[in-house]
């Protein structure tokens, strides 16, 4: 089983909004805190918004207010309602735990801004 898997990306117009989930292995998404991370062309990975087991959450400040991350324990999920898209919020968009694995790393998913 693939320990970590993105989906719901694609095309949508500034101010638009995307869901993007996440589906965890049991054995992940009961003891660690799941995190979305972003990496746009030509800038480093960043970490968006992580949200634990206990439902403690932070996001990063250029996100706050717009985006919201949530999890179904049973489903085994993580998802990241993304609102007020700006083009800024380009990027690729991963899950993986935090502090991330190497292992877990997937192909991600992508997000795309027109303005």
């Known amino acids: 089983q693939v320990p970590l898997v993105e989906s719901g990306g694609g095309l949508v117009q500034d101010g638009g909004s995307l869901r993007l989930s996440c589906v965890a292995s049991r054995s992940i998404f009961n003891f660690a805190p799941i995190a979305w991370y972003r990496q746009a062309p030509g800038k480093q990975r960043e970490l968006v918004a992580e949200i634990s087991h206990k439902n403690i959450i932070k996001y990063v400040d250029a996100v706050k207010g717009r985006f919201i991350i949530s999890r179904d324990n049973a489903k085994n999920t993580v998802d990241l309602q993304m609102n007020s898209l700006k083009s800024e919020d380009t990027a690729v968009y991963y899950c993986?735990?935090?502090?991330?694995?190497?292992?877990?790393w997937g192909q991600g998913t992508q997000v795309t801004v027109s303005s």
């Open positions: 993986n735990t935090n502090p991330p694995s190497r292992q877990f």
